[in-house]
């Protein structure tokens, strides 16, 4: 009786195994555990207002609105100027006020690829074969502590990032971006987190970011403080402002 009894003693106490999965269950999970297609697909524009939180206490009010198909305005206000990073489906356009420059200017080849990836409506998952991405399901592993589905995601424009999905509720609590940068390669990490419900579908109200390996302490963040959605928005907001001309010196 005790040979059989350890056995089972064992069976029971030990923690079950991850189950393998592949990429499409997994995804499939994620877009259940958000909302569901159906509600996904039905908020059509986001307002998200909230704060960036830097190292040593530096807090800056930040809004950023996303429109389908592919709009996206972000503001940041600091000392009282506030600066803008726009896409409008076609063209991006920043305006930085703190140097004195008031009017807007097209964005660099790499400033494009990230103001591309924030007009993303849904993120690289949902729909990726549609958006020309392919993921691929590498095995699992630990983030921050937690068992997590590892995923790799590679972007239409050759791009890598991989996800870690909880292996729980099926949502990244970490993704590691991979972005070369004035021809050089850098890695950064980001941390979504604080889900919670926006007309039926759940959003991160959190996300922390930071080169790989930074500590939780050198991350910057940006904290929502509320987030509304199907926001009527005018297509005037992405639209990049014509430049003043200069006054003649004649």
């Known amino acids: 009786m005790r040979k059989l009894f350890y056995p089972l003693l064992f069976a029971v106490l030990l923690p079950l195994p991850v189950l393998a999965q592949t990429a499409d ?9 958000i909302g569901g297609m159906d509600k996904i697909q039905a908020i059509k524009s986001l307002r998200r207002s909230g704060k960036f939180i830097g190292g040593g206490g530096f807090e800056a009010p930040t809004t950023e609105i996303n429109q389908r198909p592919s709009m996206v305005r972000q503001e940041i206000t600091i000392q009282g100027l506030t600066g803008i990073t726009a896409y409008d489906g076609k ?9 004195g420059k008031k009017d807007a200017e097209t964005l660099s080849e790499d400033e494009m690829k990230g103001i591309i990836d924030d007009a993303d409506f849904d993120g690289p998952l949902v729909n990726y074969q549609e958006k020309g991405n392919k993921i691929e399901y590498v095995g699992t592993d630990q983030a921050e502590g937690t068992d997590t589905y590892k995923l790799k995601v590679t972007l239409a424009n050759g791009e890598t990032r991989y996800y870690y999905m909880d ?3 099926y949502v990244p609590i970490k993704i590691e971006v991979k972005r070369t940068v004035r021809g050089a390669e850098q890695e950064y990490e980001q941390y979504p987190g604080d889900y919670k419900e926006v007309n039926g579908v759940y959003l991160p109200f959190s996300m922390e970011s930071g080169g790989k390996g930074s500590s939780a ?3 910057g963040k940006v904290s929502y403080e509320n987030i509304e959605a199907n926001v009527a928005l005018s297509d005037t907001l992405y639209a990049m402002p014509k430049i003043t001309p200069k006054p003649s010196s004649k």
Not at 25 to 33: C, N, S
Not at 91 to 99: C, E, F, L, Q, Y
Request: aromatic share 16%; charged share 35%; no cysteine.
């Open 167 to 169: 292996t729980d509720y």
């Open 217 to 219: 302490a050198d991350r």
């Open 25 to 33: 269950e997994i995804i499939a999970k994620y877009i259940k555990t």
């Open 91 to 99: 063209t991006g356009w920043k305006i930085r006020p703190w140097g």
